[in-house]
Each structure stands twice: as structure tokens, then as C-alpha cells.
């Protein structure tokens, strides 16, 4: 999802694009304040993320070091809510403090995740059926994610369809 140039390593270039994906998907232009300002947040949060997952230190994210992270807070059962907030943020384009559907479906855009099946996992994720995924819904549907073992558990939908 991360690794949106697909070259096999989360650098810094993979959240520069995701930045650029959502000015477009959000018709910004690309030296426009809200794209510089995102552009200065995700190079934070890169700084910030790849101090805690980059153990060779040579600058980019290994699948085996992003795995061995995420093993890590399965084993702490605390996951980076610091990342997430970050995330939300981001996507939430009218500063509301909630993320409507399009602004899910943005998430999924960015990251070139197919958006077939937005609707259908937005209305699940949607615990209280307002219309808008609160903070906190997010941060406990991927507490489901991570640590549920309820393989029906709705926080396993959250960027779509889970096959083995």
C-alpha cells in the first residue's frame, strides 16, 4: 500500500507521491500552500517513521523491516497511533475531524488501491452509521486489524477485500 512507485522499498519519493496523487485528486496545484505544507508534514512524519523502522540506516524501508516492525506491535499490541492521526489528517481535506466517503476514497486513490469496493467497506466501517468515520472509529477498526483474531472482524475490510 506504502510502496506506491512499486519499487520494493518505502522511501520518502512513495509519500512525495501520494502528496502529488491527492493535489490532483483534489485539483490543487502542485506548488499551491496546501501541497507544500502537506509535502513539509509527510517529510516530518518520514523522518520520524523511518527512525523507528530503518535499522540498516541506508534510507528506505525493506519489506523485512516493515515486517518486522509491524511484528513488533503485534507482539506490544500498540500500534502507531501517532501515524494514524497523521494519516487522518491529511485525508481530511475540509479539517471537519471526521472523514467523509470521498475523502476515504481519496486515501484509496492516492495509494492506487482499487476503489471498487469503497462504498461497500465505507458503510461497514461506519459504526454508527453517520455518513463520516470519526478519529476514533479508525483507530479502533485497525485495533481489529492488527490484533482481532475474529477473521470477520470489520477493521480486516478496511482497504479492501482480505483473501489468503
Known amino acids: 500500500?506504502?510502496?506506491?512507485?512499486?519499487?520494493?522499498?518505502?522511501?520518502?519519493?512513495?509519500?512525495?507521491?501520494?502528496?502529488?496523487?491527492?493535489?490532483?485528486?483534489?485539483?490543487?496545484?502542485?506548488?499551491?500552500?496546501?501541497?507544500?505544507?502537506?509535502?513539509?508534514?509527510?517529510?516530518?512524519?518520514?523522518?520520524?517513521?523511518?527512525?523507528?523502522?530503518d535499522v540498516d540506516r541506508d534510507g528506505k524501508i525493506s519489506l523485512d523491516e516493515w515486517l518486522a516492525y509491524h511484528e513488533k506491535i503485534l507482539v506490544e499490541q500498540r500500534q502507531n497511533t501517532t501515524w494514524v492521526s497523521f494519516i487522518f489528517d491529511a485525508l481530511n481535506e475540509d479539517m471537519n475531524g471526521h472523514l467523509c466517503k470521498k475523502e476515504w476514497?481519496?486515501?484509496?486513490?492516492?495509494?492506487?488501491?482499487?476503489?471498487?469496493?469503497?462504498?461497500?467497506?465505507?458503510?461497514?466501517?461506519?459504526?454508527?452509521?453517520?455518513?463520516?468515520?470519526?478519529k476514533e472509529e479508525v483507530i479502533e477498526r485497525l485495533n481489529e486489524f492488527y490484533f482481532s483474531n475474529d477473521p470477520t472482524a470489520i477493521g480486516n475490510c478496511m482497504f479492501g477485500a482480505y483473501t489468503w
Not at 519499487?7 to 490543487?28: F, K, M, P
Not at 500552500?33 to 517513521?49: P, V
Not at 492516492?110 to 476503489?115: E, S, Y
Request: aromatic share 12%; net charge negative; proline share 1%.
Open 1 to 53: 500500500m506504502y510502496d506506491v512507485n512499486n519499487n520494493g522499498t518505502l522511501q520518502l519519493d512513495d509519500l512525495e507521491i501520494v502528496v502529488y496523487n491527492l493535489a490532483t485528486i483534489r485539483s490543487w496545484n502542485v506548488s499551491s500552500g496546501k501541497c507544500k505544507i502537506l509535502l513539509e508534514k509527510f517529510a516530518y512524519e518520514w523522518m520520524r517513521l523511518k527512525g523507528q523502522i
Open 105 to 134: 476514497q481519496d486515501l484509496f486513490k492516492a495509494h492506487h488501491i482499487p476503489t471498487v469496493y469503497v462504498d461497500e467497506i465505507f458503510a461497514k466501517l461506519d459504526a454508527d452509521g453517520n455518513g463520516y468515520l470519526s
